[in-house]
């Protein structure tokens, strides 16, 4: 089993930057790729950005260009810092770990609140 904990979320105004963070425990973080994904109330679920062991990143067009998604394998930690908010990128934000062959693991999301 792997743990995921999210924090870094909050409520920001038009324009502004957060960074979240997720720490990964319990298993090997360095072999999973890491995924951030978001919720808007009313909404699907939807992929946000993505990286895997190999650090290649990939992202969303509604976020390419304002978010950054990085990992530092010797703190069991991915990142998302995010610029140039929107009041659309209001949502929570969860990460998720996986590894080809396993079932993957969700973290309890942080809340990003964007808005004047």
């Known amino acids: 089993q792997m743990q995921l904990v999210e924090s870094g979320g909050g409520s920001v105004q038009p324009g502004g930057s957060l960074r979240l963070s997720c720490a990964a425990s319990?298993?090997?973080?360095?072999?999973?790729?890491m995924d951030w994904y978001r919720q808007a109330p009313g909404k699907q679920r939807e992929l946000v950005a993505v990286i895997t062991s190999g650090a290649t990143t990939t992202y969303a067009e509604f976020v390419k260009g304002r978010f950054a998604i990085s990992r530092d394998n010797t703190k069991n930690t991915v990142y998302l810092q995010m610029n140039s908010l929107k009041p659309e990128d209001t949502a929570i934000y969860y990460c998720y770990a996986r590894v080809l062959g396993m079932d993957g693991f969700w973290g309890q999301g942080t809340q990003v609140t964007v808005s004047s």
């Open positions: 319990g298993k090997i973080f360095s072999l999973y790729d």
